[in-house]
C-alpha cells in the first residue's frame, strides 16, 4: 500500500489544478516497479529510501489524474521521465520527500524544493547568495537570517529545477536573484531576477515569480512555467 498522502497546502504554491503527494518516512523500495528499481544502482540505504519515496509520491499524485502505475524511470541526466502529458518535479529532504504533477496543457514545466530551515550552513551563504542577498539577509534580525537565506536557497533549486527541463542549461546559485517581498509570512510569493541573459529569458519575461511555504521544520518553493502566459 503506498504510504504517501496529498497536501493541498503545498498543491496552492502551483498553477491551479497541480497535485503535490508527500512522505514523511524512507520509501519502501519493495513497493517500486520494476522498471524503476533498475536504476538504483549501488543499494545505498538513504539513496534507495529517498529514491523509492520520490517514486511513491509520484504515483500517488499521478492516480489523481487516472495514470495509475506508471514507472518513473530516470533519464541519463537523472531527471525523472514523466508521462508525455504531465510534468513534475520531486524533492527530498531530511524527514520530507514531495512530489508536483500537473498537466501539460497547464504548466510548461514545474520546480519544487524543500529544505530543512536553519540547515544552510554560515559558511556556505555567500556561495548561495548574490551580494544584493546577502545585504538583505543582514538587514535582518540575526534569529531570521537562517530561516531567510533557506527561503533563498530553496527558492533557487525549485526555479533551477523548473527550467532545466524546458532549456538544459545548468545555472550557478548568482545567475539569479531572489527578492521575498512578502517576508515576515509564513506563506507568500518571491520573485526570481536574472542577473544574466540565461537561456530562459528568451522564453519568458523576467522578473519571474514563485511561491513559498513555511511548514513545521521545512521551508518549500515552488515554481511554475507557463510561457507567454500569466501565472493565474
Not at 519515496?53 to 495509475?68: N, Q
Not at 521521465?81 to 520527500?97: E, L, N, R
Not at 530551515?117 to 548561495?128: L, Y
Request: hydrophobic share 45%; net charge negative; glycine share 6%.
Amino acid at each position: 500500500m503506498n504510504p504517501s498522502t496529498l497536501s493541498a497546502d503545498l498543491s496552492r504554491l502551483f498553477v491551479p489544478g497541480s497535485i503535490v503527494a508527500e512522505l514523511r518516512q524512507p520509501g519502501d523500495p519493495h513497493l517500486l516497479l520494476p522498471e524503476e528499481a533498475a536504476h538504483l544502482g549501488r543499494p545505498v540505504p538513504k539513496r534507495v529510501g529517498e529514491f523509492a519515496a520520490g517514486r511513491l509520491c509520484a504515483r500517488r499524485a499521478l492516480a489523481e489524474f487516472g495514470i495509475v502505475n506508471f514507472p518513473i524511470r530516470a533519464a541519463a541526466d537523472r531527471q525523472p521521465i514523466w508521462p508525455q502529458s504531465m510534468v513534475g518535479s520531486i524533492t527530498h529532504t531530511a524527514g520530507f520527500c514531495a512530489v508536483v504533477v500537473a498537466q501539460r496543457q497547464d504548466a510548461d514545466a514545474l520546480g519544487l524544493d524543500s529544505e530543512v530551515v536553519g540547515d544552510v550552513k554560515v559558511e556556505i551563504w555567500p556561495i548561495i547568495c548574490a551580494p544584493v542577498e546577502i545585504e538583505w539577509v543582514e538587514s535582518l534580525p540575526a534569529p531570521e537570517r537562517p530561516a531567510a537565506v533557506t527561503l533563498i536557497f530553496s527558492a533557487k533549486e525549485a526555479f533551477y529545477k523548473c527550467q532545466y527541463p524546458m532549456v538544459g542549461e545548468r545555472l550557478d546559485f548568482h545567475d539569479v536573484s531572489i527578492e521575498t517581498p512578502d517576508w515576515g509570512t509564513s506563506c507568500g510569493e518571491f520573485q526570481i531576477n536574472a542577473a544574466r541573459e540565461i537561456d530562459l529569458c528568451a522564453r519568458i519575461p523576467f522578473p519571474w515569480r514563485g511561491r513559498y511555504l513555511f511548514h513545521e521544520e521545512w521551508v518549500t518553493a515552488g515554481v511554475s512555467m507557463l510561457c507567454c502566459r500569466e501565472i493565474p
